[in-house]
């Protein structure tokens, strides 16, 4: 685990890089329109999420190790290829390829942490690996503020070359792992196809889905939200998100353990539709308040949403883990992503014109959707588990 853990450390670093910096690389130094920017990482995520099911299905083939090893190759190469992006075009096939790598790669990993920590100690390793993610990415962000504050082409080409070398850093550690093939005919049962149609599976993944749109309220709607409540200082956007990103990494680990097997993961996922919901009506009652009071009111939402929001974790991967075929763990994998992924690609359009523009209503509404789904999966999840044992 600490040599997964090392890997994970490499390429979140990159990854909190990119994510800070990438608007202004493509729109200040290769002098993209905004709104081309937009609509190409619009369609290259929805593309990309093409490669979550195969991916996961060769991971239930190969070793996870050596795969996802490969596929971080990959990624330095398009990291790097960013630089050769002079228009749309171009930058349309860099963005397509980077949202196929970075997909599989999620698959692949989600299967890769199951091979290392195996099924008692897999949601705990996910945990782990999630709280090292957010200090990466914390301290991407701030390395990536330099080449931001010297907003010329030299900051940017470091900041494109740096996020390209974090990806062959981690897959020089991941080959420090040992070898993890899988046993001999185990990842023929079922067909390349098996995760897609289990029907109960892609019910339970499509009610997480639901819940896991809370992840667009924090980082698209909300700051839009404060943004348009002239008495709330802007830099409140920014103590949300740092507090967010602390209360994650002291938490995730200790939430972790209340994920112990499958009932536990779907009463989890219960409370966490009911914690989000909370959240959100705290969000909502900020509107109106005094500048101190709103600003207290909103980071107390944040300690609940992020409790919410480790709660969804935990019983995602414990669910995803336990609800599949071990046979086709991977493929399974890459199903829950591609379900989940969808509803992130729908999310921003809804959820804005849900809270931005029904305001309190559509917080209220939001709130009660959150709730529903997130009690429907225990429900779900028994069926799913009938399904299986027959």
Not at 36 to 53: D, E, H, M, Y
């Amino acid at each position: 685990m600490r040599t997964l853990a090392w890997a994970t450390l490499a390429n979140t670093v990159g990854t909190g890089l990119w994510s800070a910096g990438a608007a202004l690389f493509l729109t200040r130094s290769v002098g993209l329109p905004v709104t081309s920017v937009g609509v190409g990482l619009t369609v290259a995520a929805v593309v990309g999420l093409g490669a979550s099911v195969p991916l996961g299905h060769l991971a239930d083939r190969r070793d996870p190790r050596t795969l996802r090893a490969v596929l971080q190759l990959g990624q330095a190469a398009v990291a790097a290829s960013y630089l050769l992006v002079g228009s749309f075009a171009t930058f349309l096939v860099v963005a397509v390829l980077d949202a196929l790598l970075v997909a599989g790669n999620l698959t692949v990993r989600a299967a890769l942490v199951a091979a290392v920590a195996g099924p008692e100690g897999r949601v705990h390793a996910f945990a782990t690996l999630r709280a090292v993610a957010n200090v990466g990415i914390s301290v991407g962000a701030a390395l990536a503020g330099l080449a931001l504050t010297a907003d010329n082409r030299t900051g940017y080409v470091l900041l494109a070359l740096g996020n390209a070398v974090t990806y062959l850093v981690s897959a020089g550690l991941l080959t420090r792992l040992p070898a993890l093939p899988p046993p001999p005919g185990v990842a023929r049962v079922g067909g390349g196809l098996a995760a897609l149609r289990d029907r109960p599976y892609l019910a339970v993944s499509a009610a997480a889905s639901v819940v896991s749109l809370h992840a667009v309220v924090l980082t698209l709607v909300l700051p839009l939200w404060i943004a348009g409540q002239a008495h709330i200082p802007r830099a409140t956007v920014s103590a949300v998100l740092v507090t967010n990103a602390v209360l994650t990494v002291l938490l995730t680990v200790r939430l972790s353990h209340g994920v112990r097997d499958t009932p536990s993961a779907a009463r989890t996922m219960r409370r966490a539709g009911i914690v989000l919901a909370a959240a959100m009506l705290l969000y909502a009652s900020s509107a109106g308040l005094a500048t101190g009071t709103a600003v207290g009111l909103l980071l107390c939402a944040t300690v609940v949403y992020t409790v919410g929001d480790l709660h969804h974790a935990n019983a995602s991967a414990g669910l995803a883990y336990n609800l599949a075929e071990p046979a086709a763990l991977g493929q399974y994998q890459g199903v829950f992503g591609l379900v989940t992924g969808l509803a992130q690609a729908a999310g921003p359009a809804l959820l804005t014109l849900l809270l931005i523009g029904g305001g309190r209503a559509g917080w209220v509404v939001l709130a009660v959707v959150f709730s529903l789904a997130g009690s429907a999966v225990p429900v779900l999840t028994r069926s799913a588990s009938r399904a299986g044992d027959g």
